[in-house]
């Protein structure tokens, strides 16, 4: 079996060697990727936020210099730093650099207070926190050291300040709980070498949105999320001249990787960091930037066609537009093709893993009523009764999957993994699906015991 942190289930070596066998997995982590991309497209734009521009070069340069100063500031491999952060490129620049540095970053969404940061911090023994000082009207300077004053793990705290903003501690950098707090753009040194890393190990944790209590810990490799990144960005035939739009948290897998950011940057394409989805920010950086691809969710989708009739926009750029979560209703999905120019996709995914695409050849039926299929030919899915056998004849039962990009188990979870996943490897993703007489997946609901979490802005965890 592969060696992962304390605390995670590792893939069997059957399926790690298959993996392997079929190039899935190329041992490459996501930090040195970057490396790779630096040097390939330097000169081009990589990020985008506002008037802020910076090329792949520039990005790579300011990874490694954080990265030196997170090792300076005493972070070690393997420890785990909750990051809070909007989208703006800090937050794309502190994950990688966290990854280079061998942390592990657990995001988290910018939403979250003091319960659920406080939850993570305890599950994950968080030793950092990097988040804005004041976002939105709320301290998460204050949420942060009210956490360290209570937390044994959390001792080093990270803050954004907001353009021409000074840090409200004040100058304070050690509070009397021994807790050191730092401007997150003061964590620069010159690079150090290299750190060897092992890419089957833990890159960063998702959380988990498929459970009624505190959300999962839901380890993800370099090995397993390079590759659907890398998979997600084949299969939308994505270039050096496409442009993405983050228009959902950075920090949701849909957005990061589906293809999303990883998978942009991996082609040498430009992401668009915004920081609401609305369509009065949306809409008009669309013609500005001249956006290619999103990602959105069924409520924004409907939104931004609302909102057509008064925004005078050339969105002639924009060539798909994938929806996620639940199926985009019906009459909705009509309209994406004729009155936003593009082409639609359903995605239907977690962050458990499992992935599936209605794909660009599919029938219009396909496309506007169903999820598609998995992103991987080795993702292996069942739909299976109360009593976990197959049903048959198209009719609906439980999703099951695992797969290359699935992992087999929550963080630090015994229990819960014991309810969540087969003695044999499947997730049990909760959702009812069947299968159309063409092979494709259609979603019919969620098991009675099964809700979703109403607490996240994404409930399907994408």
Known sequence: MTSMLDGCTPWPEEFVDRYWAAGHW???????????????????TALVHGDTRITYAALNRRVDRMAAGFRLRGLRPGQRVVVQLPNVPE????????????????????????????????????????????????????????IAARQPF???????????????????????SGCHYSPLGSVDAPPQPALAQNADQVAFFLLSARTTAAPQLVPRTHNDYAYQARAAAELVSLTENDVYLAALPAEFNFTFGCPGIVGTLSVGGTVVLVETSGPAECIPVIGRERVTI???????????LDALPTVQTDL????????????????????????????????????????????PTGSDETVLAGQGRPLSPDDEIRMVDVDGKDVHGG?????????????????????????????DGYFRTGDLARRAPDGDLVMTGR?????????TEDPSGL
């Open 395 to 423: 009719e609906a039962g439980e999703l099951i999957a695992r797969g290359p990009y699935t992992p087999r188990g929550y963080y630090r979870a015994p229990d819960h993994n014991a309810c969540s996943f087969t003695t």
């Open 154 to 176: 959390l001792r080093q705290v990270f803050t954004l300040e907001a353009p021409g903003g000074s840090s409200p501690c004040g100058g304070l950098t050690t509070d009397p």
């Open 91 to 146: 937050f794309v620049i502190t994950v990688f650099a966290l990854m280079r540095a061998g942390a592990i970053p657990v995001f988290c969404p910018v939403s979250h207070r003091a319960s659920e940061v406080s939850h993570l911090v305890r599950v994950a023994r968080a030793v950092g926190y990097a988040g804005p000082s004041t976002y939105q009207g709320f301290d998460h300077t204050a949420m942060a050291a009210d």
């Open 294 to 304: 999103t990602s959105v969710l069924p409520g924004i989708a409907q939104r931004w």
């Open 26 to 44: 190329r041992g490459v982590t996501l930090d040195n990727l970057l490396r790779g991309w630096a040097l390939q497209y330097g000169p081009r």
């Open 447 to 455: 098991l009675k015991d099964a809700p979703r979490r109403a607490d």
């Open 316 to 359: 002639s750029s924009l060539r798909l537009v994938q929806i996620g979560d639940t199926p985009l209703h019906r009459a909705s999905a009509a309209r994406i093709g004729p009155e936003l120019g593009c082409h639609l996709q359903q995605v239907f995914g977690m962050a458990e893993g499992l992935l599936t695409f209605s794909r």
